[in-house]
């Protein structure tokens, strides 16, 4: 049955945007201003862990998780369990770690987190370098989110590509420009409970017209040819095995190398508050990703013809759920693609703001800064999706992004961290041939084999240490002279 759009599904999405705004106003309000970093912004488990998670989700989780469940089956299950090998070994060692570097260097962003206690030129190459990476990457991971958010607003309301992305985006820049850092906590937080309900009602709904069509679906399945049901990625245990390592890899260097997530963490109000936020990020991205995924599996034995996997759930919806469950899920994917873009934003704003221009001493001249910045970031980024929209999908766009920023900047954070010995000059090698091996080994006959990131990660820190130990012989020979 075929359910059209009426003013109850509008109203609820309206509302869902006002709740919204709501909550970016009031992270404004509560926002602390000083130069004493992120620490002082003193955010418990809850607003860590549920923001950390409705942003690592991103719209990757609505469009493309269901994307591949749909196109390929269910061995697409091992990404979200590859990624929670590499989550569960982040969040053992680095998280706190990560909040006690910040409460001894103050530091707001990434790049000021690594240069802390350098000295000599290369310090102020590294940072422009960090900041660079951090800018180039997220305006890729961003221009993915619009994506995910014009397919979304399409499928949901029907209207044009082009008036889709330009709503999406400028309902985005507007709460972004009005809450800040802790407005994007706060409203992340708002959303990540939304996405919950949103991903039990679609998933519930799936399996229960997947249990009463049941034999339509598995013809379906089996339809989609012999190795769709396969739960092996790649068909072999060699492959299997490339896959869960490389992705746990890069599972690992998403949350050291993403500074939208970093900055979540350097703002807990304790290494401990911070660590105990553990169960809360992981529960809610294996959540949502895993039942998405599944999602996808079933809706192509209860859709086989979608021409676009990626707006597989806004098709469903739209096919089979009435009114108001019809507004909630809506909402849903609004809030989920919305947590990320808005995270997104706020940390390319906050990492060019504060290591490409002087700091401001008024509160009120900070303000017209950062409306600047996010309204030429959101701009910037909003022509990015144009053009990637004929070079891939939000999957590939998306992924692209945060294994290459990860590669770069995993190992210099790790170094940093764990207090490993490094230099001004040995942390820009990391950073600069972490990033460049990465770029040649996906491009590789064997990129295919490794996600890139577990290249760049291993590379900078091999970098690093061989850099060190030069410089240290240098040092010695020029003593000894």
Known sequence: PYCMFDLGIEIIFVVTLLITFVAAYLGRRHTKRNSDGLTNQQLNRWLIGLSAGATANSGFIVTGAVGLGYTFGPQWLFLPISWFLGDLIFWKFCPERINRAGDETRATTLSELLGHGLSGKFKRFSSVLATLLIVICLAGYTSAQWLAGQKFITGAFEISSATSLLLFAVIIIAYTSIGGFRGSVYADSV?????????????????????????????????????????????????????????????????????????????????????????????????????????????????????????????????????????????????????????LLVAMSQAVIHDFFPRWESEKGQNRLELVVVLLLGAITMLGAVYLAEKGSVFTIALGSVSLMGAGLAAPVLIKIFDMQRTSLSLFLSIATGFVSAIVWKFSAVGPLLNEAAVGFIIGLIVNQITCKLQTSDRRLNSQN
């Open 191 to 343: 959303q990540a409970v939304i996405r919950i309900f949103g991903t039990a009602i679609a998933l519930g709904a799936a399996i229960y017209i997947g249990v009463e069509e049941s034999e339509q679906v598995w013809a379906n399945w089996n339809a989609a040819g012999e190795n769709y049901l396969s739960w092996v990625p790649g068909a072999s245990l060699i492959s299997a095995t490339f896959f869960v390592v490389g992705y746990a890899f890069a599972a690992f260097g998403f949350g050291l190398g993403q500074p939208q997530l970093v900055s979540r963490y350097l703002a807990g109000s304790s290494p401990e508050e911070t660590k105990a936020a553990k169960w809360i990020y992981i529960s809610f991205v294996q959540f949502t990703w895993i039942s998405m995924t599944i999602f996808g599996v079933l809706l192509r034995g209860i859709m086989p013809e979608i021409d676009d996997p990626e707006t597989g759930l806004s098709v469903f919806i739209r096919s089979y759920f009435g009114t108001i469950l019809t507004g909630i899920i809506v909402a849903d994917i609004f809030a989920t693609i919305a947590a990320t873009s808005n995270s």
